[in-house]
Structure formats: C-alpha cells, structure tokens
C-alpha cells in the first residue's frame, strides 16, 4: 500500500467521481482507476462502488476512507515538520555570490549547473555574469567572495603568468581541442584535422584565449582571425555561411551547444584546453562555503 495510493482515493471521494477527480491532480482516468482497483486488490474487498453517475463508498469503504484521511494528515503534518527541520537547521548554507564563467562555460554547461544548485540551495543568491578570462582573475581578485570557471589552452603561458599572488586555479578538467564548422565547410568529412590544414580557413575565436585575440594554436600556426567575441549569435551566421572555423571541445558536442555544426578533434594532443577554478585565497569561512558548494555540483556536469 502505497501513501499516493491513499490519496486518490481521498481525492476520488471529495470529487465524486474518477474522471473529475483525474482532471484535478492530472492524472489519466485509466491510471487512477487503476492505482485504486490494486489498492482494493491489496485489501481484499471493493471501497468504491463504482456506477455511470460516479462513485460512492462500500460499507467497509468508508473505514478505510476514514483510516485514509488520518493517515494522510499525519504524513502531511511529518513533512511539514521535516521541513521546519531544514529551515532551523545551522547547517542550511545562505548568503550572496557572484559566478563568472568565460563564454565557453556559460553557452553549455553554466546553465544546467545554475537550476541544480538553485534547486539545491535555495538560501543562496546567486548572480551568474560571462566575462573574458582577465576580467575573471580581476572581478576574483578584488572580491573574495567571487567564483570564477575559465577554460584557457595550456599554451597561453602568458594568462598564467599574469594570476595574481591572492588568486588560485585549481584544475577541473582537461579536454582535446575541437574545431567547430559548417556541414558544408571542405573540412567537414574528416574524422581529425592537422594544424596543416586548417592554418589556411579565417578562424573565429570565441573565447578561447580572450578579447586580444590570443588562443590557443597561436604559436603553433598562422591563422587569420577573423572575429575574437562572445555573440553566439554572430558566430552562428558566420560560421554557417562560410568557410571559418571555431574552436569547440567535447561538451559542446556533449550538451547540444552550436548544434548546427560539425564538431573535430584535432590531432595535437600536447595542445589541450584546461579548465579552471578560480578563487580567491583570502575568503573567508562563509564565502568559502559557499564556493564549495557550487564547484560540488559543477563537476558532477563536465
């Protein structure tokens, strides 16, 4: 017996009948019906008597339904009071924070991270803003209660020699490089792709080294650059209408980001792009928390 099984029955009763009833707590008329004939099964004997005009209680039906509504109301009353638990709990985390996240983070894997933890921590205020990476090490470093996720080449020595003494990476993942293209671009049948060939297609960065222009193949092949942004929605036209190419990796592929595109790897496995945490040294216990908090759920989503 099963405590839903209870409730439509109580439901079914205050309505009158299983199709009004069905319509209330939106639930199919078949499944409702059915839920109940296993609960009369389970007991041994018809609660209902069941007619065109609707529904009424058996004799021994209305003891059931009376036993039902008790039970019920004292399950009801025990959520309500483990509710009440969880509010007066000291251990329930609240506060602000601010996440930054460069445009590669935010475009696929920000938002699925942003409901779970909201649904998780409800308590906490939470402001998410896609920012270059400097912008990150900077809004992090003046504000020790700040988060920032940057996903930058392992090639770019000069973004890691530019972290500040109170400011932290901690790596969180690594990932092949990908390159982003039309379905009609002439790369777009290979299975892996070579600096060599693609050193002669215009290359649109979207974030992945920052609004200089820096990325990751820039001391490895010369390329022209045609766009350095963040607008998903001019890399998208450009990208369908010619013969550029993007920087991409996996979750993109993953999670359905630019899905009009043809996704490949490229085959230098020395060049990769790593994923970083970025906090800042100095927070204190609440804020730390509260930082903790939030990578726990992000990692469960790369």
Avoid at 16 to 26: D, P, V
Avoid at 150 to 177: C, G, H, M, R
Avoid at 265 to 285: D, G, R, S, W
Wanted: aromatic residues 8%; contains cysteine; glycine residues 4%.
């Amino acid at each position: 017996m099963k405590i839903e099984q209870l409730e439509f029955l109580i439901e079914v009763v205050k309505a009158g009948s299983i199709n009004a009833a069905s319509k209330k707590i939106f639930i199919s008329q078949q499944s409702l019906n059915q839920s109940l004939r296993n609960l009369e099964d389970e007991i041994g004997f018809d609660v209902l008597n069941r007619t065109k005009k609707g529904v009424t209680l058996t004799e021994r039906g209305r003891e059931v339904f009376s036993a039902a509504q008790a039970i019920v109301a004292r399950y009801d009353q025990m959520l309500r009071q483990i509710s009440e638990y969880k509010e007066d709990s000291t251990d329930v985390i609240s506060g602000k924070m601010n996440v930054h996240a460069s445009p590669m983070i935010s475009v696929c894997i920000l938002p699925v991270v942003y409901v779970d933890y909201k649904h998780s921590f409800p308590k906490v205020q939470l402001y998410c803003q896609e920012r270059y990476q400097d912008d990150i090490i900077k809004e992090v470093s003046e504000n020790p209660g700040d988060v920032g996720f940057v996903l930058v080449a392992n090639t770019l020595k000069q973004f890691f020699d530019k972290i500040p003494d109170n400011v932290e990476l901690s790596l969180l993942a690594t990932y092949p490089i990908y390159m982003a293209m039309s379905p009609r671009h002439p790369l777009a049948r290979q299975h892996t792709l070579s600096l060599q060939s693609i050193k002669d297609y215009p290359l649109i960065i979207f974030e992945a080294g920052g609004i200089q222009g820096e990325h990751a193949l820039q001391d490895e092949v010369n390329m022209h650059i045609l766009l350095s942004t963040n607008n998903t929605n001019m890399t998208r036209e450009l990208l369908s209408e010619g013969d550029a190419l993007m920087y991409s990796y996996p979750p993109y592929v993953t999670r359905g980001a630019f899905p009009d595109c043809v996704h490949i790897p490229l085959n230098t496995k020395n060049i990769v792009f790593e994923l970083y945490m970025v906090h800042n040294k100095e927070a204190n216990q609440q804020q730390r928390r509260l930082i903790d908090s939030f990578s726990s759920i992000f990692q469960q989503y790369l």
